[in-house]
């Protein structure tokens, strides 16, 4: 029996490649509780990595397979998210006990209020934690089937090829960079953060006039 933590990202390829990239990516994005604590931008990252060509070594992982596994989990699982959130999804939201998921959430909320439907959906899905949340909180606040599922589409493309390229183009241009994953991964998670930014200074601001 193959005892894999779904956490660790370097297990995770190692053991399953492409497939577990497909797997963990369609939990992450959009299966609730199960999926926040799961890696999105830190598997996609190092997949890209892996799939680059060294001086010293081929490639570990075959780059379109990445790819395809990385949209299909990415689209799949947030329509399945939105599904789930659309049948319940505000009930198991308020009767989680995890307060990052109702904080998560909550900022999933203000995301869609601020952007609206169609940018909201795009942005989100670069805000670890915040796009496992999203999609079930668009389908229980009644976002239209036809407006989340081409969104979805647009921001699942973007985020998850657009990570996976970037890791290849640095695994192909610079040499060791499997020695600097770490830091790399860390710049990776601050970056897809910056966008909810205005959302935390609109809410540190109405709690400071409150």
């Given at each position: 029996m193959i005892a894999v933590n779904p956490m660790d990202s370097a297990a995770v390829l190692a053991t399953f490649g492409a497939l577990g990239v497909l797997v963990v990516i369609f939990a992450e994005s959009g299966l609730l509780v199960v999926g926040f604590f799961l890696p999105g931008?830190?598997?996609?990252?190092?997949a890209g990595v892996l799939c680059a060509a060294t001086a010293d070594q081929a490639p570990r992982l075959v780059l379109w397979q990445v790819?395809?596994?990385?949209?299909v989990g990415a689209l799949a699982g947030a329509q399945v998210g939105f599904l789930l959130?659309?049948?319940?999804g505000r009930a198991l939201l308020a009767r989680t006990s995890k307060r990052r998921v109702r904080?998560?959430?909550?900022?999933?909320?203000?995301l869609l209020a601020r952007y609206g439907y169609g940018k909201a959906l795009v942005i989100g899905r670069f805000?670890?934690?915040v796009r496992t949340v999203l999609h079930p909180a668009a389908g229980a606040l009644g976002v239209p089937t036809r407006t989340f599922t081409i969104w979805q589409i647009v921001g699942g493309l973007l985020w998850s090829q657009s990570i996976v390229l970037a890791g290849y183009t640095l695994g192909a241009s610079v040499p060791g960079i499997d020695d600097f994953?770490?830091?790399?991964?860390?710049?990776?998670v601050v970056l897809s953060l910056l966008p909810m930014l205005p959302v935390?200074?609109?809410?540190?601001?109405?709690?400071r006039d409150r």
């Open positions: 931008d830190t598997l996609l990252f190092p790819l395809l596994c990385a949209a959130g659309r049948h319940g904080e998560a959430a909550a900022r999933a909320e203000k805000v670890p934690m994953l770490l830091p790399l991964i860390a710049l990776v935390l200074t609109d809410a540190r601001r109405a709690k």
